[in-house]
């Protein structure tokens, strides 16, 4: 029987896998492109010292990833839920918030909110703010300091492969090295602070905590394109246009400038925020250009 391991860290051309009983040696993919991700687990062909090929990966029970028209790129293998990483300062986006849910969502994956930073008090009520409309949407959200306490988060990463996700400088490292004994996931602090415009984290790392839970931290990002759904899919990623779907006038309406329009009419009514009307609509726009191409 061939070896096998878990992915632990995706470089990108090459992979640092953990073996079960432990040990870390590194992963080449036999092929150019590298279709693995971290939390793959992996089946290995011979080692010569540190260093074996990647034969495969076995069934992953989830694929996070983003994609425009040119390319896709794979986040996370196996995570059973993402926890989008938010903070009072610097500001963040409530359309990538939409975007990671609908990728969750499709992946059949939980989505949790964390917002950080609560230390900045005065920042906190306008945060609070632009997170109502999800809260009203049933998404959990934990506020907490990743530099004083994390503790409120812990309960939600018992027995799952959380996803830490989220735009640049939100403090998803800080957490990670917060809620693993022994991370030393590099921060801002350790980072040139002159570079204040680039990503600290350069690729994603799983650290396990038991058989049944680990956490990955991943690298900031600013877009996540959702070219690889369809339509319908997108749809499905809007939980609150479930009650709605199928009673406008027209079978394929897009929900833009047609008569009788269900999802409109909701959005008159404020059973649906307007602003996450505006999220499905771009996104799909968006998804339909990179289809033409
Ligand atoms: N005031 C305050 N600052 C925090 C907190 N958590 C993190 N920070 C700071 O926010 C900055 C960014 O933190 P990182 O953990 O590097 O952010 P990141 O999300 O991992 O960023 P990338 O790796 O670039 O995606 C650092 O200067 C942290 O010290 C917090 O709870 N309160
Ligand atoms: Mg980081
Ligand atoms: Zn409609």
């Known amino acids: 029987m061939n070896d096998s ?11 640092e896998i953990t073996l079960d009983d432990g040990r870390r040696i590194n992963g080449i993919p036999r092929a150019k492109k590298s279709p693995f991700a971290c939390g793959d687990r992996v089946t290995l062909g011979p080692f010569h010292d540190n260093e074996a090929q990647i034969l495969g990966h076995l069934p992953r029970s989830s694929l996070l990833y983003r994609s425009d028209q040119w390319k896709q790129k794979l986040i996370a293998a196996n995570a059973t839920q993402i926890i989008i990483v938010l903070a009072t300062e610097p500001g963040f986006s409530n359309e990538l918030i939409s975007r ?3 990728a969750a969502l499709h992946e059949g994956m939980r989505t949790i909110l964390v917002l950080n930073k609560a230390d900045l008090a005065d920042r906190l009520p306008a945060a609070r703010e632009q997170l109502a409309p999800y809260i009203a949407l049933g998404l959990p959200v934990v506020e907490l300091c990743a530099h004083h306490d994390v503790e409120p988060l812990r309960n939600f990463l018992a027995c799952q492969v959380s996803l830490l996700i989220g735009q640049s400088g939100m403090g998803k490292s800080t957490l990670t090295n917060a809620l693993i004994p022994g991370a030393v996931a590099a921060t801002r602090e350790i980072s040139t ?3 204040s415009g680039k990503h600290t984290t350069t690729h994603a790392r799983l650290y396990r905590i038991d058989a049944t839970s680990a ?3 991943s690298p900031g990002l600013q877009e996540f394109g959702l070219a ?8 499905d990623g809007f939980v609150e246009f479930r009650p709605h779907l199928g009673r406008c006038r027209f079978r394929d309406c ?3 400038q047609e008569p009788d329009c269900s999802i409109k009419a909701a959005v008159a009514a404020r059973e649906i925020n307007l602003r996450r009307l505006g999220h499905f609509l771009t996104i799909v726009a968006e998804r339909d250009r990179a289809k033409a191409h």
């Open 254 to 256: 897009r929900h833009e």
């Open 100 to 102: 990671a849910w609908v």
């Open 228 to 235: 690889h759904l369809t339509r319908g899919e997108i749809e």
């Open 215 to 217: 956490l990955i931290d």
């Open 5 to 15: 391991g878990e992915v632990s860290a995706a470089f990108g051309r090459h992979y």
């Open 193 to 195: 602070a002159l570079d």
